[in-house]
T-cell receptor, first 113, second 117 residues
Framework: KQEVTQIPAALSVPEGENLVLNCSFT??????LQWFRQDPGKGLTSLLL?????REQTSGRLNASLDKSSGRSTLYIAASQPGDSATYLC????????????FGTGTQLKVEL | GAGVSQTPSNKVTEKGKYVELRCDPI?????LYWYRQSLGQGPEFLIY????????DSGLPNDRFFAVRPEGSVSTLKIQRTERGDSAVYLC???????????????FGEGSRLTVL
């Protein structure tokens, strides 16, 4: 059974800092790895999706990397802003594809002025 | 609407009661997913529909939980004889394509928060 772990559970940084969120998974036979953002009381917003054959994906100030062999993914946020404050979740898709995702418990990020 | 719509946004019920939660996916999305999120946890998969049929219901915790999607659009998650442990946020998501080489981007609703007293 796939297990997804996210470290740290919570993170507080000053505005403008670059930061890295970590995600690890136990079963490397994944189809893709996805990163989501969740604001309090809201649903999830898809940020980046990395296919198993890819090493990284970029969108604006966000860059996600994937190392299947070591079971790790990182989400890099450049020049953080207060509006980036949210919970960030990573999730793996099983080897056969589809969106039956296994989620981590998330990293709660606070970017302070 | 433009996004995934879920109703009710909040539901408080008593132990033993029956509850229905509704999900209206993005128009044209063939795949629909239900997830459950407990406080401080990531979402957990419950069931997935491709069109009208439940393609994978392996995440439903027991036979008190049931979901339907009779016309391939709106879906209803039904919980019988609710228990306090059923309290959670129930999230619905849809995607344009699903499975195999066509795993589409997931769009989530804001969830239905269920509280069982």
């Amino acid at each position: 059974k796939q297990e997804v772990t996210q470290i740290p559970a919570a993170l507080s940084v000053p505005e403008g800092e670059n930061l890295v969120l970590n995600c690890s998974f136990t079963d490397s036979a994944i189809y893709n790895l996805q990163w989501f953002r969740q604001d309090p009381g809201k649903g999830l917003t898809s940020l980046l999706l990395i296919q198993s054959s890819q090493r990284e994906q970029t969108s604006g100030r966000l860059n996600a990397s994937l190392d299947k062999s070591s079971g790790r993914s990182t989400l890099y946020i450049a020049a953080s802003q207060p509006g980036d404050s949210a919970t960030y979740l990573c999730a793996s898709s099983p080897g056969g594809g589809g969106n039956k995702l296994t989620f981590g418990t998330g990293t709660q990020l606070k970017v302070e002025l | 609407g433009a996004g995934v719509s879920q109703t009710p946004s909040n539901k408080v019920t008593e132990k033993g009661k029956y509850v229905e939660l509704r999900c209206d996916p993005i128009s044209g999305h063939t795949a629909l997913y239900w997830y459950r999120q407990s406080l401080g946890q990531g979402p957990e998969f419950l069931i997935y529909f491709q069109g009208t049929g439940a393609a994978d219901d392996s995440g439903l915790p027991n036979d008190r939980f049931f979901a339907v999607r009779p016309e391939g659009s709106v879906s209803t998650l039904k919980i019988q004889r609710t228990e306090r442990g059923d309290s959670a946020v129930y999230l619905c998501a849809s995607s344009l394509i699903a499975g195999g080489a066509g795993t589409g981007e997931l769009f989530f609703g804001e969830g239905s928060r269920l509280t069982v007293l």
